[in-house]
């Protein structure tokens, strides 16, 4: 009798390491459903249009300029680590964004959005090259950019249902719930 097929561990935390991963990539890329909720976010603030590229700047500029950093952070305090981090502060961040009574609010906590994605984005494919053996290093990558990808499709779609039925708050509020639970599933795991 033979006994049980059994995946080697290395597997096991290769699979994980592509989930966390993959999934993480896909819920930062839907951030693409911010760009819909510009017209509500205005009307809500009463601003005046020109002001609205700031919702994007505010996030692009933390994340671009802290994205190098974070690498090294991660080499240095783990990648599995510094993905838990990211979750969390991603988490935060939509909450935040989510509730913010005022523009400034809403201004700062996607700044800090932006320095959870630089931590996210810097440690998610790290995790996956370390993770993943070398002859499967390719399809593995190529998985997580594809999440990436699909997450920037999936967006504006998603952001203008969530913006026609809930307003434009829920394009920060859905991510939530999801980013907690991959928080969660990162900070249960050994080593990363």
Same mark, same amino acid.
């Not at 999934?23 to 459903?33: E, F, I, K, Q």
């Not at 053996?133 to 999440?147: C, K, N, Q």
């Not at 952001?159 to 829920?170: N, P, Q, S, Y």
């Given at each position: ?38 017209? #509500? ?22 994340? #671009? ?25 991603? #988490? ?30 810097? #440690? ?69």
């Amino acid at each position: 009798m033979e006994p049980p097929h059994t995946t080697p561990p290395r597997l096991l935390s290769s699979r994980l390491a592509m989930v966390l991963a993959g999934l993480s990539a896909l819920l930062g890329s839907l951030d693409s459903a911010v760009n819909i909720a510009f017209p #509500a976010i205005t009307a809500a603030f009463a601003l005046d249009v020109s002001l609205i590229q700031w919702v994007v700047v505010s996030y692009v500029l933390t994340h #671009a300029s802290l994205l190098l950093g974070c690498g090294r952070l991660a080499d240095v305090w783990g990648h599995g680590r510094v993905l838990t981090w990211g979750l969390a502060g991603s #988490a935060l961040a939509f909450l935040l964004c989510g509730l913010a009574p005022t523009f400034a609010w809403l201004l700062a906590a996607r700044a800090l959005q932006g320095v959870a994605a630089a931590l996210v984005f810097a #440690a998610a494919p790290a995790l996956v090259t370390l993770a993943v053996p070398s002859e499967a290093r390719g399809r593995a990558l190529g998985i997580f950019h594809m999440s990436a990808a699909a997450g920037f499709a999936l967006g504006p779609p998603l952001g203008g249902v969530l913006v026609d039925e809930f307003g434009w708050r829920a394009v920060y509020l859905f991510r939530v719930l999801p980013a907690m639970l991959l928080m969660l599933l990162a900070a249960g795991q050994p080593r990363l």
